[in-house]
């Protein structure tokens, strides 16, 4: 086995697990489950059959990833955070054929207790702040708030807020790192070295 498994944690039969991966404590992964490498998955986390974890991704404790859940590279999922997958659920109404999916790119993180309803797109190194709701797509970059979730901001690829306004055009760059990034508009770009 080339990932650590606590032994209280259950990973079922055809489960693929990426190596360096660690599956903490009272964690299930459903057999259908692809998890990537140097992915950690906190106590008490659930993983459905179709979803599929990327690489380097940390899934803190209490958060279940539901079928139809699709996480990138370098997702932070934050304690007990909440994703759906179906947007009516009724206990006695089967609708295990309208799971929607869900989306989360490359280095989104996913603050502790927010909710990700169903069938959004979080965009790349979007930051999503402790206890927001969010019923619907969050651009790249963007920092969003609140219930329902509202952008409030832009945050660098660092993971540091930039001082840039919600719309319009600007410029900021990243006191950790030196990147620069762009706003056209509704739009961040990160400019890439030389151009």
Same mark, same amino acid.
């Given at each position: 086995?080339?990932?650590?498994?606590?032994? !209280?944690? +259950? $990973?079922? /039969?055809?489960?693929?697990?990426? /190596?360096?991966?660690?599956?903490?404590?009272?964690?299930?992964?459903?057999?259908?489950?692809?998890?990537?490498?140097? $992915?950690?998955?906190?106590?008490?986390?659930?993983?459905?059959?179709?979803?599929?974890?990327?690489?380097?991704?940390?899934?803190?404790?209490?958060? !279940?990833?539901?079928?139809?859940?699709? @996480?990138?590279?370098?997702?932070?999922?934050?304690?007990?955070?909440?994703?759906?997958?179906?947007?009516?659920?009724?206990?006695?109404?089967?609708?295990?054929?309208?799971?929607?999916?869900?989306?989360?790119?490359?280095?989104?993180? @996913? *603050?502790?207790?927010?909710?990700?309803?169903?069938?959004?797109? +979080?965009?790349?190194? !979007?930051?999503?702040?402790?206890?927001? $709701?969010?019923?619907?797509?969050?651009?790249?970059?963007? @920092?969003?708030?609140?219930?329902?979730?509202?952008?409030?901001?832009?945050?660098?690829?660092?993971? /540091?807020?930039?001082?840039?306004?919600? !719309? *319009? /055009?600007?410029?900021?760059?990243?006191?950790?790192?030196?990147?620069?990034? +762009?706003?056209?508009?509704?739009?961040?770009?990160? @400019?890439?070295?030389?151009?």
């Amino acid at each position: 086995m080339s990932y650590y498994k606590h032994e !209280s944690a +259950i $990973v079922d /039969e055809g489960a693929e697990i990426g /190596e360096g991966s660690r599956v903490w404590h009272f964690v299930h992964v459903c057999g259908g489950a692809k998890i990537g490498k140097g $992915v950690s998955l906190g106590q008490n986390v659930f993983v459905g059959n179709k979803v599929v974890i990327g690489d380097n991704c940390k899934v803190q404790n209490n958060v !279940s990833v539901y079928d139809n859940v699709y @996480l990138e590279d370098g997702v932070f999922c934050g304690p007990s955070m909440v994703f759906t997958n179906v947007y009516n659920p009724r206990s006695l109404i089967e609708r295990k054929d309208q799971y929607l999916d869900t989306h989360v790119m490359k280095g989104a993180t @996913l *603050g502790a207790n927010c909710t990700i309803v169903c069938g959004v797109t +979080i965009g790349e190194y !979007s930051f999503v702040g402790a206890g927001a $709701v969010v019923n619907r797509d969050v651009p790249a970059y963007a @920092l969003v708030l609140g219930v329902p979730a509202k952008q409030r901001g832009w945050m660098s690829e660092f993971g /540091e807020q930039l001082n840039l306004p919600v !719309s *319009g /055009e600007g410029e900021a760059v990243c006191e950790h790192t030196g990147t620069r990034y +762009i706003l056209n508009g509704n739009q961040l770009t990160k @400019l890439v070295a030389g151009s």
